[in-house]
């Protein structure tokens, strides 16, 4: 039998109460990623060491959502409305999307990873969407992560993601404080918001990369073409 591929999913940190804190990953990731067929692990921040072990033992990478950027990443001074941000992920996820991609390994970027990965690249981010923007949509809903709240276009330039999503127009959830500002030169916008917000970016080169900024994820347990975004990937990555 095939042996299904092993997809390493970025982390963050959580402190539930004094005597159990560590890992944290929303379970929607790892559900989505089991129902596409592959292996989900869990990825700790690690030495470069580890980090090495990691590229070499996974055959795709999942960048996950959560909180701000630190913005002197890309040069910037905190914006007085700056969420928590947690320097040490930062490190290295930026380190990690680097070698992923010197490795040509399947990359999906989700929400913060997006946003991530156009920072790795050499783009910036808008700090604070609501005051920074002249946007009226609400982009952190309040509403459950599974249920939808704003829709999105979908640029007839994209070639991955119109391949995977048969409309132009679809509705998604939103759960960013953050966005793409400056966009790093190597990538283009495959999805906008009717406000203007970039809500999916494509690589002009790199071809096994998916990157949105709303949560699949989420949505995968409902809807089929949230899930092929997952098949799309496991699929690449057993290659
Ligand atoms: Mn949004």
Known sequence: ?????????????????????????????????????????????????????????????????????????????????????????????????????????????????????????????????????????KHMQIIQRHKKSHSIIINKDSRLLKSIISQSHIEVNSLHHQAIDRLAEELFVAASSPDGLVEAVEHKSYKHLLAVQWHPESLAAENEEMLNLFRYFIDKSKK
């Open 1 to 137: 039998m095939e042996r299904k591929p092993i997809i390493g999913i970025t982390s963050s940190y959580v402190n539930h109460n004094y005597y159990m804190e560590g890992v944290y990953v929303h379970h929607d990731y790892h559900k989505a990623v089991i129902k596409a067929g592959g292996v989900p692990v869990i990825l700790p921040i690690a030495p470069m060491d580890v980090m090495e072990e990691y590229i070499k033992q996974c055959d795709g990478f999942i960048l996950s959502g959560g909180e701000d950027i630190n913005p002197k990443f890309y040069n910037q001074g905190p914006h007085q409305n700056i969420g928590f941000f947690y320097t040490e992920r930062d490190e290295f996820e930026l380190a990690l999307t680097k070698k992923i991609l010197e490795q040509n390994k399947p990359l999906f970027a989700i929400c913060r990873g997006m946003q991530l990965l156009n920072v790795a690249l050499g783009g910036t981010l808008i700090q604070d969407i609501p005051s920074q923007t002249q946007s009226s949509f």
